[in-house]
């Protein structure tokens, strides 16, 4: 087999039931219909935000999005070769339940469409045979209206096809006599199950079977259906449950997921972590805090391979990386010394095609790449500890060990912290300082003109501070002593390095409120000193 593509509840749940006991690791990629909402730039995530306030801003684009494919790659070790590791890696297209009240609305991103097309995604696969899914307060709704009969078909799609059904099972059953079937093909999935239900529910002389054709129909006496109805492991009540775990979906593999326990690995994991949460969960609370406890208990062990290479690449001379595809070239090629002892990976006889071709921004190829990247980097760091003498022999143990200081750290794009630590409190900022500058001769002036001003020669995120001031902020230390340097004499734009105690429009205020306060309280102390 090429590959593993699922589309069925079914094989979720037996794929998710026979990997995750032998499971070292998982690693996790998501693809969505779009990353953040067009924002004006005030509103858009900054260095200036503080963790609590990074997670509201795009707590908003989590909720206007969706997953259009997640790809798990289990990394399981080979009895008796502690460095040998098959991966099984799978591929699901997603798409949300509409069943009963359950009609949920999204958006798409223009850009990140045209990204995933450049790639070859199935945007066909996704639309149509996406795995249904629902988040815990979704499912309570839906199992209500299920098991207590007050359930109703809303989407048009699926009205139209139960009223073909059960006009065309209608005009047959006229002619039929008592043994005769009927098959409705091209009905699969769950809408078999809703169509059975239906037609059982409005016609009580027939029965039904789901076959890999479709549905079909046979006509039985009324007292044949009620004895089907209560011997039969077919009856009503099992297909409610059916009914409802199929509009579950891949809710079910996710609970199965959480439950398992085991090391989730992704790279530049955020935005993952957030729609895991909204998606299968519970939807995102407003506070961060709550946010952060909920994924510990979901996921007690993170390990984001981007938080991981980011703090030793420099350390090791690697040559500079954009994404986890060249991070995997790098660890790959001569310039790695543990090439030749590192782990090695091997891809299960249905993921083959993975091992012969890459397949960037395939979620499931992603996902190997992320597992693969964090078995690799653990022999680094393994060989850096133990180059002076003689190195154990390599396990997962031993890799979660030395991987220790990068559990559960979570690396942020643009926030004034460089990662999220969902175990314990976040780390102080490590950016460079903050920068003043001085605007004179320019009325009017906005953070967006002064934004272009200095975009050519780096980037840097902007803040009025007041009318003329404004506060600078970048992520690279070169940039801000670049600034610094080229505007500390500048005539119309002044640099300086931002000092709270001198700058701050609130200390300043303070300042004059004090000094007005003491002024009057001297004059009246000496105004009402008697005369001598």
């Not at 099984?88 to 339940?97: A, D, E, K, M």
């Not at 999204?106 to 097309?117: R, T």
């Not at 680094?380 to 022999?393: F, K, Q, Y």
């Not at 801000?480 to 340097?485: E, F, H, N, P, Y």
Request: glycine share 4%; aromatic share 12%.
């Amino acid at each position: 087999m090429a590959g593993l593509e699922t589309t069925s509840t079914f094989q979720v749940c037996v794929l998710c039931r026979d990997r995750k006991e032998t499971a070292a690791e998982q690693g996790l990629d998501i693809e969505f219909t779009g990353l953040r909402t067009n924002l004006p730039r005030s509103q858009q995530i900054s260095l200036f935000d503080l963790p609590s306030e990074w997670y509201l801003k795009t707590r908003r684009s989590v909720q206007q999005f969706t997953i259009c494919q997640i790809g798990l790659s289990v990394f399981s070790s080979v009895e008796g070769e502690s460095n040998k590791y098959v991966a099984h890696s799978y591929n699901f297209f997603l798409f949300p339940t509409t069943f009963g009240i359950l009609d949920s609305e999204f958006s798409f991103q223009a850009s990140s469409v045209q990204f995933l097309n450049q790639y070859g995604f199935d945007y066909n696969k996704f639309l149509k045979n996406g795995i249904p899914y629902m988040n815990e307060e979704q499912e309570k709704k839906i199992k209500h209206s299920i098991l207590t009969g007050n359930w109703r078909v809303r989407s048009s799609l699926d009205k139209d096809q139960i009223k073909v059904a059960i006009d065309e099972v209608t005009r047959w059953l006229t002619l039929a006599e008592e043994g005769d079937c009927v098959t409705l093909p091209g009905i699969t999935g769950f809408q078999a199950l809703t169509v059975q239900l239906v037609l059982r529910q409005a016609l009580p002389g027939i029965w039904t079977v789901r076959t890999d054709h479709g549905v079909t129909v046979k006509k039985v006496s009324k007292q044949h259906h009620w004895y089907l109805e209560s011997t039969s492991a077919d009856r009503e009540s099992c297909w409610k449950e059916k009914l409802l775990l199929s509009a579950r979906g891949f809710s079910v593999f996710f609970q199965m997921l959480v439950k398992a326990q085991k090391p989730l690995v992704g790279h530049n994991m955020m935005m993952d972590l957030l729609h895991l949460h909204e998606k299968f969960f519970r939807p995102l609370p407003e506070s961060y805090h709550q946010f952060k406890l909920n994924v510990h208990r979901l996921f007690p062990v993170l390990i984001d391979t981007k938080n991981v290479t980011k703090d030793i690449w420099k350390e090791l001379n690697f040559p500079r990386v954009s994404n986890l595809s060249e991070v995997y070239e790098v660890l790959n090629s001569d310039l790695n010394p543990t090439k030749n002892s590192g782990p090695v990976i091997i891809h299960a006889s249905e993921c083959e095609k993975y091992a012969e071709t890459k397949y960037p921004h395939e979620a499931a190829y992603d996902a190997f790449l992320c597992g693969s990247v964090l078995l690799k980097v653990a022999h680094l760091l393994l060989w850096r500890v133990h180059r002076a003498g003689p190195a154990p022999e390599p396990s997962f143990a031993l890799c979660l060990d030395v991987l220790a200081p990068y559990l559960n750290q979570v690396n942020l794009i643009r926030a004034g912290v460089p990662k999220i630590n969902f175990s314990g409190p976040d780390y102080p900022s490590v950016r460079p300082p903050i920068l003043i500058l001085s605007v004179s001769r320019w009325p009017g002036v906005s953070e967006e003109q002064v934004y272009r001003e200095f975009q050519n020669r780096c980037k840097f995120d902007v803040r009025r501070l007041t009318r003329n001031q404004f506060l600078l902020l970048t992520n690279k230390f070169k940039d801000a002593r670049s600034v610094l340097k080229e505007h500390r004499g500048h005539p119309t734009l002044q640099v300086a390095l931002y000092r709270y105690w001198r700058h701050s429009p609130n200390v300043n205020c303070l300042l004059q409120v004090c000094g007005i306060v003491t002024t009057w309280a001297l004059l009246a102390f000496l105004l009402g000193r008697p005369s001598p």
